[in-house]
């Protein structure tokens, strides 16, 4: 299974963005899907999650209100539509899926099998 995550950029604070995450390969028992971040220094965080069966999301405090994750499941793919951004936003941006993670563990990066290779998003003042 590969990962591929996309739709990073500069953006001014207050504008918009969306991530996508591909996933090709072995999918068809579907993949809980979750966004990360890390920023300069700092450790990779949970951002938001999508649960593989039903329409359960999560989000971290900081994003709610202000991003929303969704599935193309005839796509294979997990968005991340990022609204009112803002400089602590500012990140490297990680997709990563499992097939058997429970929800609880949604949040922990360890429990994920697979990863996408990041991509940037820089939100300036």
């Known amino acids: 299974v590969q990962l591929q995550a996309s739709g990073g950029g500069l953006v001014q604070a207050g504008d918009s963005l969306r991530l996508s995450c591909v996933a090709s390969?072995?999918?068809?028992?579907?993949?809980?899907v979750g966004w990360f971040r890390q920023a300069p220094g700092k450790e990779r965080e949970f951002v938001a999650g999508?649960?593989?069966?039903?329409?359960?999301?999560s989000y971290t405090d900081s994003v709610k209100g202000r991003f929303t994750i969704s599935r193309d499941r005839a796509k294979n793919t997990v968005y991340l539509q990022m609204n009112s951004l803002e400089p602590k936003d500012t990140a490297i941006y990680y997709c990563?899926?499992?097939?058997?993670?429970?929800?609880?563990?949604?949040?922990?990066?360890?429990?994920?099998?697979?990863w996408g290779q990041g991509t940037l998003v820089t939100v300036s003042s």
């Open positions: 999508i649960f593989r069966s039903g329409g359960s999301t």
């Open positions: 990563a899926g499992d097939e058997s993670i429970i929800w609880s563990a949604r949040a922990t990066p360890d429990a994920y099998d697979y």
């Open positions: 390969g072995r999918t068809g028992s579907g993949f809980t």
